[in-house]
T-cell receptor, first 114, second 114 residues
Framework: GDSVTQMEGPVTLSEEAFLTINCTYT??????LFWYVQYPGEGLQLLLK?????DKGSNKGFEATYRKETTSFHLEKGSVQVSDSAVYFC?????????????FGTGTRLKVLA | EAGVAQSPRYKIIEKRQSVAFWCNPI?????LYWYQQILGQGPKLLIQ????????DSQLPKDRFSAERLKGVDSTLKIQPAKLEDSAVYLC????????????FGQGTRLTVV
């Protein structure tokens, strides 16, 4: 079945450091890929998405490129801020068994230190 | 635009008791999801509705969990009887469609079974 694998956390960085959070997936179909973020005390919210191979999703300085050949969708940011501290979830939406559904990774906690 | 509303925010019950959670999705969203998020894990889909019909409930423990979406709007998720391992955050989400569309999440209900 479909699945999403994220790198283990927590990830601790200093402000202005470069961030990469790895995400790989397996899917029976041709999925859409997403990154969701959960700030402390809040619900999940969409950060960015990509719907086909080589698409790049971007938002708030974060980027991720849909790599079909490596089945990956790694999240990157060139210079993190303290306000980026949150849990990041990689997810896919795929038509498996006739219905589309979202499948989430386990999440990666990011802590940015001033 | 109002977001996805869930209630209650927190609930503590004893094992073998019953509990119900309520969700009001964003107006006009046909797809509604219930997820279970155990501490340290990613959200796991329990059930997905398209309007008032169930499109996926393959991971819903049907011996104790039930959900309905009468009139294709509000939804309730019930657990009867609860077990200790049901302690988790229950997330409701909604989206306009099933694929390539953003899922909007409520803040969740944190359930503690003692």
């Amino acid at each position: 079945g479909d699945s999403v694998t994220q790198m283990e956390g927590p990830v601790t960085l200093s402000e202005e450091a470069f961030l990469t959070i790895n995400c790989t997936y397996t899917a029976t179909g041709y999925p859409s890929l997403f990154w969701y973020v959960q700030y402390p005390g809040e619900g999940l919210q969409l950060l960015l998405k990509a719907t086909k191979a080589d698409d790049k999703g971007s938002n708030k300085g974060f980027e991720a490129t849909y790599r079909k050949e490596t089945t990956s969708f790694h999240l990157e940011k060139g210079s993190v801020q303290v306000s980026d501290s949150a849990v990041y979830f990689c997810a896919l939406s795929d038509r498996g068994s006739g219905t589309y559904k979202y499948i989430f990774g386990t999440g990666t906690r990011l802590k940015v230190l001033a | 635009e109002a977001g996805v509303a869930q209630s209650p925010r927190y609930k503590i019950i004893e094992k073998r008791q019953s509990v119900a959670f309520w969700c009001n999705p964003i107006s006009g969203h046909a797809t509604l999801y219930w997820y279970q998020q155990i501490l340290g894990q990613g959200p796991k889909l329990l059930i997905q509705f398209q309007n008032n019909g169930v499109v996926d409930d393959s991971q819903l423990p049907k011996d104790r969990f039930s959900a309905e979406r009468l009139k294709g709007v509000d939804s309730t998720l019930k657990i009867q009887p609860a077990k200790l391992e049901d302690s988790a955050v229950y997330l409701c989400a909604s989206s306009l469609g099933q694929h390539n569309t953003e899922a909007f999440f409520g803040q969740g209900t944190r359930l503690t079974v003692v």
